[in-house]
């Protein structure tokens, strides 16, 4: 759900028609992740994807039919699973519904990367009324199905962004996906704003980057987000060299900023530093806004 929200959102704004659909269930069909949505746009715009793709076309054909929502069942064929690249064939039931019938506040939590739950009432098929309640405590997000009623509780996966490479953010990237958070690498910099703008205080940046242009926009953009950890990586000079490109702009409160990066574990190897830095990371207080953290972290940027 979080993928599409933006969109979503800017198409309720426009008065554009945007249909949104998400799995409840599914029968021999690997989910992955229960937050992901799919949204279908008038002329055969479509954001987000479920199941690899598999279920796409089919709800596509759906979309934009009717003024209510609806629970279908799409049959995924041995075919379409190697398609799309999926290693099972079964089914999946989806809730279907114009996103205007949505709460309009599902849009902002989802914007904002917030947990929420909406709790669907069906009969038959339609949809007949959704409401949105808290998720407070949540470990994930899942959907259940109880008679009539259709819980669906999204939680985002917390999402690291790694700006720049070496053997560390290697190592980083991949063990960011054994603790369940969702990597994304990035070495230019036109792009590296969008990525880390958007970042809620549940997310994660480490900036490894040489290119002292790149580094310094990601740490900018990063102190003006509302993300919940901030980690430079590099030699001494390096980070005296990103301190000064920040403060020539006017940026020198560098509290938020973990440099060096890692807790002292006294980390060696590109593997050590990596481990030390998902611990870090996962110490520091998030899923709040930075403001209300104790954790002042360090305006050092010394080196690893």
């Known amino acids: 759900m979080y993928g599409i929200a933006i969109t979503v959102a800017a198409c309720l704004q426009a008065g554009t028609r945007a249909d949104v659909a998400w799995v409840v269930d599914s029968d021999g069909l690997p989910v992955g992740d229960w937050s992901d949505a799919v949204a279908f746009t008038p002329g055969g715009g479509r954001i987000g994807s479920l199941l690899g793709g598999a279920i796409d076309g089919k709800l596509a054909e759906m979309a934009g039919r009717g ?20 290693e099972a064939n079964g089914s999946a039931r989806c809730l279907l519904m114009p996103a205007e019938v949505l709460p309009e506040e599902t849009w902002h939590k989802a914007t904002d990367r917030e ?12 949809v007949v009324k959704a409401e949105l309640i808290g998720a407070d405590g949540a470990e994930g997000s899942a959907s259940v199905i109880d008679g009539t009623r ?5 939680v985002p996966v917390p999402e690291i962004v790694i700006v720049g490479a070496n053997p ?3 190592v980083l990237a991949d063990m960011a996906v054994l603790v369940g958070w969702r990597p994304s690498r990035v070495g230019e910099i036109s792009i590296v704003g ?43 000079k390096m980070q005296s060299d990103r301190a000064d ?25 590109p593997a050590e530093i990596a481990v030390s830095i998902v611990a870090e990371a996962i110490a520091q207080p998030r899923g709040a806004d930075h403001g209300d953290s104790d954790d002042g972290g360090t305006v050092s940027l010394e080196p690893q």
């Open 194 to 236: 969008g990525l880390i703008a958007p970042l809620s205080p549940r997310d994660m940046v480490v900036v490894a980057a040489h290119d002292l242009e790149l580094a310094g926009s990601a740490l900018a953009t990063a102190l003006e987000s509302r993300v919940g950890y901030i980690a430079s990586l590099g030699s001494r």
């Open 168 to 170: 560390v953010a290697d």
């Open 150 to 154: 259709i819980t669906s509780t999204f």
């Open 67 to 86: 003024a209510i929502g609806r629970l279908v069942d799409i049959e995924v064929s041995p075919v379409d699973a190697l398609v799309a690249g999926i």
């Open 115 to 126: 947990a929420f739950a909406l709790v669907v009432e069906v009969n038959g098929d339609e």
């Open 245 to 269: 490109w920040l403060a020539y702009r006017g940026i020198t409160d560098l509290t938020r900023v973990h440099g060096p990066a890692g807790l002292d574990i006294g980390a060696a190897t």
